[in-house]
């Protein structure tokens, strides 16, 4: 399976943009996925997540009622990014997990996106 990011891009603070990551073949309906993000200097770290389901989680502290995580099949899921802040630029990776729930740590996916850039400037 190979996950292609796009949306990413330039905006200044306070804009909006929408990432959407797509699988190249059906991806297991079963599975969680997410999306992570690497600002620089920094370690990768987790996002937003959601289950097979539908059930959502957050970095509560960094993007909770900024960003939406979404799904509209087995193969595509996306994030509206509201509200941007410079602190938010970073390089944006979707990833299919390994079981049902998204987990919070990098371990607990299987494939991995190429990363999307989001530059928010202020």
């Known amino acids: 399976v190979q996950l292609q990011a796009s949306g990413g891009g330039l905006v200044q603070a306070g804009g909006s943009l929408r990432l959407s990551c797509a699988a190249s073949k059906r991806t297991s309906s079963n599975n969680g996925m997410a999306w992570f993000r690497r600002a620089p200097g920094k370690e990768r770290r987790f996002v937003a997540g959601i289950s097979w389901k539908g059930d959502v989680t957050y970095d509560a502290d960094s993007v909770k009622g900024r960003f939406t995580i979404s799904r509209d099949n087995a193969n595509t899921v996306y994030l509206q990014m509201n509200n941007l802040e410079p602190e938010d630029t970073a390089v944006y990776y979707c990833?299919?997990?390994?079981?049902?729930?998204?987990?919070?740590?990098?371990?607990?996916?299987?494939?991995w996106g190429q990363g999307t850039l989001v530059t928010v400037s202020s």
């Open positions: 990833a299919v997990a390994l079981r049902s729930v998204p987990s919070r740590s990098e371990s607990g996916y299987r494939y």
